[in-house]
């Protein structure tokens, strides 16, 4: 069993340059990986505007969606849909296709998305889905997981591009001096936007989630 991830573009018609935007999703995508390499298949483009992506465990799986979420600028981002189940591959002349409960329960998760961003909560990003034969315990795993993401994804969409940038500095160990120099701001001002922005909490949940001390 492996951690199945669809990704889609949000607004993917409504862009500007379509070409750009992907280009930039692909250094991003890249940049984060080479950050800090979690991904057995990193997200790569299929068809339209969506991704695919193979990740070892679900914890790997968030971190990793985090970092892209955060890094991303303003006016682009990724919808995520997170299967739980085993994968396969079905070759065809075209090339190998993803096949298995793993992919479609990732369909599944990102119709979710999908579903609840057009309801009460437009900031939602990721959803997980189990493919049918989870044990107890990963079906728990699942729901926690799901409480936890609604709320990561309500305080990563209430930032602003900066706020987003230093959280993830902060996340991938830079000191806030180290930010300050990048962005040409003061320490206190760095301090000042990553209490605003809650960045302290997500990176506290984000410590829980990998079972390391903050």
């Known amino acids: ?22 280009r930039v999703l692909d250094e991003t995508i890249a940049q984060v990986e080479g950050e800090l390499p979690l991904a057995q298949q990193p997200l790569t483009p299929t068809v339209g505007d969506e991704q695919q992506g193979v990740y070892r465990s ?8 985090l970092m892209i979420q955060l890094r991303l600028p303003d006016g682009i981002a990724f919808r995520f849909g997170i299967g739980v189940g085993a994968v396969s591959a079905v070759d065809s002349v075209h090339g190998e296709l993803a096949d298995g409960p793993g992919w479609y329960a990732a369909r599944a998760a990102i119709e979710t998305v999908h579903a609840r961003e057009g309801r009460a909560i437009p900031r939602t990003r990721t959803w997980i889905v189990g493919a049918p034969g989870q044990d107890e315990v990963m079906e728990s795993t699942i729901a926690a997981s799901n409480a936890y993401l609604l709320v990561r994804d309500e305080l990563v969409g209430a930032m602003n591009e900066r706020e987003r940038r230093l959280t ?22 760095v301090s000042k936007s990553l209490r605003n922005a809650g960045s302290a909490a997500l990176l506290e949940g984000l410590a829980a989630l990998r079972g390391s001390n903050a």
């Open 1 to 22: 069993m492996v951690i199945a991830v669809l990704a889609d573009i949000v607004g993917s018609r409504q862009l500007d340059d379509r070409t750009a935007a992907q």
């Open 58 to 65: 679900l914890e790997d799986a968030m971190v990793s969606l």
């Open 168 to 189: 993830y500095g902060r996340l991938v160990g830079r000191s806030q001096h180290e930010l300050a120099a990048e962005e040409g701001i003061s320490q206190p001002s």
